[in-house]
């Protein structure tokens, strides 16, 4: 077996008197779309901001391809090869939709000072590369007409997909996705399902993925972990984690109905 | 004869206005509220009155003050204020908001009352008979004018690549930014540092202009003044606080026919301005407005030449 692309281990962290996740084991398997369920407050999240270097823990480590990379800060952390987007949406709302994106090919877009600074043939030559690159990407999120727009001015679910646009851009390994589907129709779920697929096989990415919507984690995901008042209660294939009984006692309680 | 002197006279100090402005401007176009200007302007101001006035090699054989000269004092005051603020810079700007703004004020008021108590620095008196390198106000505005054009150009190149598009980005969302990979210190430290050196090249046209130099020159009164150039004129677009810092220098002036009344139309108008135009008078949509007005204007009238018109592309 491969070795992990990334691990917890033993990952705790305390807010004041809360204990937002306590003692995290977890190993994602390069090339996997991993699931992360559980009831609001469970420690989501916090889990996604402590991988990305936003939340230091209180305990434990953050192995990236066995190297440890717990206490790096967010832009280290992302020029590894992990990007991310955001649950509650942080795009740059004074850029338009292709600027966005090409903030997220910042590790990309080096020219020589010369070059950038005179705008020789070269330089123009290398951001119009940049900008077709945006483009695509755009276009692959089916948002390629609203490149010119402000990132203010699109609707909810295509300010979810610029944010895959965006995160995508920095040329990640692995892609944390908190909450993709919120907000959308059953129909743009379905949608969205394929469209993480399909970007997985064509940027052989790693997908760790962050959702309500459990018919839709049990069909994405090759693997599941539920999380409940910040402790891992589930680990396992979808068909292994629908019949938990603790994931049953956690989302609907002791004694109900299967 | 005397108004043309006044004409030229003024639109030199509208011209170091713009300059300061652009300087007060960098910080601000990432997010940080920083009033450290003055203090680097004062740096340029006395740097330039000590090497005029102390070092008689700078003055050459002529009556006229060599504009080489000039330039190397350019380069002594921008190394000294751009290595003070990469020391400070690192440390300040760990500071955010407010916080920054404070430790700025105090970084300007401590140069302040460091110049005023070292007579070698001039002291609470000043250095006069700083030497001309032009005999008239049209001289030093048409220098000024090309150095600000030159860093017009640098800001307009700037905003157009990665440096100014992550600045733009940590301005918007500081945590997102980082999350894209761009490393927020290091960005922040380089407008703090660039905002300097525009500081202090404009000090050191200002103290040949002004003839004299004092520690007055640089105070919190004009950390005030120059953030309000960028409020007034728009942080969004290089060209706003150029549009602020021409105007809102002209206008004391302008009103000088209403007498004392004038400082209050003046407060009025800084007042109302934000109001008005919260996001300052030159943004970038009215801008994109302008320009599509404009070649609407130029085809109207032949019936149109259709070249690049209509082309939404590349800025």
């Known amino acids: 077996m491969t070795p992990p692309l990334l691990e917890l281990e033993n990952?705790?962290?305390?807010?004041?008197?809360?204990?937002?996740?306590?003692?995290?084991?977890?190993?994602?398997?390069?090339?996997?779309?991993?699931?992360?369920?559980?009831?609001?407050?469970?420690?989501?999240?916090?889990?996604?901001?402590?991988?990305?270097?936003?939340?230091?823990p209180s305990r434990g480590r953050v192995l990236w391809r066995g190297s440890e990379i717990t206490n790096l800060d967010p832009s280290r952390i992302n020029r590894l090869g992990i990007a991310r987007t955001f649950q509650n949406l942080r795009l740059f709302h004074s850029l338009n939709c292709r600027d966005n994106v090409l903030v997220g090919l910042h590790r990309q877009a080096r020219l020589p000072w010369a070059a950038a600074l005179l705008g020789t043939a070269a330089g123009r030559r290398r951001q119009q590369?940049?900008?077709?690159?945006?483009?695509?990407?755009?276009?692959?999120?089916?948002?390629?007409?609203?490149?010119?727009?402000?990132?203010?001015?699109?609707?909810?679910?295509?300010?979810?997909?610029?944010?895959?646009?965006?995160?995508?851009a920095s040329g990640p390994e692995l892609l944390l996705l908190d909450e993709p589907a919120a907000g959308m129709n059953p129909s743009e779920k379905e949608a969205l399902r394929l469209l993480i697929r399909r970007l997985q096989s064509q940027f052989k990415l790693t997908v760790l993925i962050i959702e309500h919507h459990v018919p839709l984690m049990l069909s994405l995901c090759d693997r599941l972990a539920v999380l409940n008042f910040g402790k891992r209660i589930a680990l396992g294939t979808p068909e292994a984690v629908r019949q938990d009984p603790q994931v049953i006692e956690a989302y609907l309680g002791v004694g109900g109905v299967v | 004869m005397g108004a043309?002197?006044?004409?030229?006279?003024?639109?030199?100090?509208?011209?170091?206005?713009?300059l300061l402005g652009l300087s007060v401007y960098l910080p601000l176009s990432c997010g940080q509220l920083s009033l450290a200007t003055p203090g680097f302007y004062a740096i340029g101001g006395t740097t330039a009155a000590l090497?005029?006035?102390?070092?008689?090699?700078?003055?050459?054989?002529?009556?006229?003050?060599?504009?080489?000269?000039?330039?190397?004092?350019?380069?002594?005051?921008?190394?000294?204020?751009?290595?003070?603020?990469?020391?400070?810079?690192?440390?300040?700007?760990?500071?955010?908001?407010?916080?920054?703004?404070?430790?700025?004020?105090?970084l300007v008021e401590i140069l302040r009352v460091t110049t005023l108590n070292q007579e070698a620095l001039g002291g609470a008196v000043g250095i006069f008979g700083i030497p001309q390198p032009f005999n008239n106000p049209g001289g030093y505005a048409a220098f000024t004018l090309v150095v600000l054009a030159l860093i017009c150009w640098l800001f307009a190149r700037l905003e157009d690549n990665r440096t100014g598009r992550a600045m733009a980005a940590i301005r918007d969302d500081e945590l997102a930014a980082a999350c894209q990979g761009i490393d927020t210190a290091q960005t922040k430290l380089l407008a703090f540092v660039f905002s300097a050196l525009v500081a202090a090249i404009t000090g050191v046209i200002s103290a040949h202009f002004f003839n004299s130099w004092n520690a007055r020159l640089g105070n919190f009164d004009a950390s005030i003044t120059t953030r309000a150039f960028v409020v007034f004129g728009g942080s969004r677009t290089w060209l706003g606080p150029v549009?602020?810092?021409?105007?809102?220098?002209?206008?004391?002036?302008?009103?000088?026919?209403?007498?004392d009344l004038r400082l209050i139309v003046f407060g009025l108008v800084i007042l109302v301005g934000p109001l008005l135009a919260p996001q300052g008078l030159v943004t970038p949509e009215r801008l994109q407005g302008l320009g599509r007005s404009l070649q609407g204007l130029r085809r109207a009238p032949g019936g149109g030449e259709p070249t690049e018109a209509l082309d939404p592309g590349p800025r």
Do not use: C, W
């Open chain 1, 11 to 56: 990952l705790g962290v305390r807010f004041g008197g809360l204990q937002a996740l306590d003692a995290i084991e977890l190993a994602v398997q390069p090339g996997e779309i991993f699931g992360l369920l559980g009831p609001n407050g469970a420690g989501k999240t916090t889990l996604f901001n402590l991988i990305s270097g936003i939340t230091p």
């Open chain 1, 129 to 168: 590369t940049l900008r077709d690159q945006a483009q695509h990407l755009l276009e692959l999120l089916e948002i390629g007409s609203l490149a010119h727009q402000p990132a203010a001015a699109l609707s909810y679910g295509d300010r979810r997909r610029l944010e895959i646009a965006r995160a995508l």
């Open chain 2, 4 to 18: 043309a002197f006044h004409d030229a006279s003024l639109l030199q100090q509208m011209l170091i206005g713009a």
């Open chain 2, 51 to 106: 090497l005029s006035t102390r070092v008689p090699a700078l003055g050459g054989g002529d009556p006229t003050y060599p504009l080489s000269s000039v330039m190397l004092e350019m380069a002594v005051a921008a190394l000294v204020s751009g290595l003070l603020a990469l020391g400070i810079g690192k440390l300040v700007l760990r500071l955010r908001g407010i916080y920054l703004a404070i430790a700025t004020i105090a």
């Open chain 2, 243 to 259: 549009v602020g810092g021409l105007l809102l220098t002209a206008l004391p002036e302008l009103l000088r026919p209403v007498g």
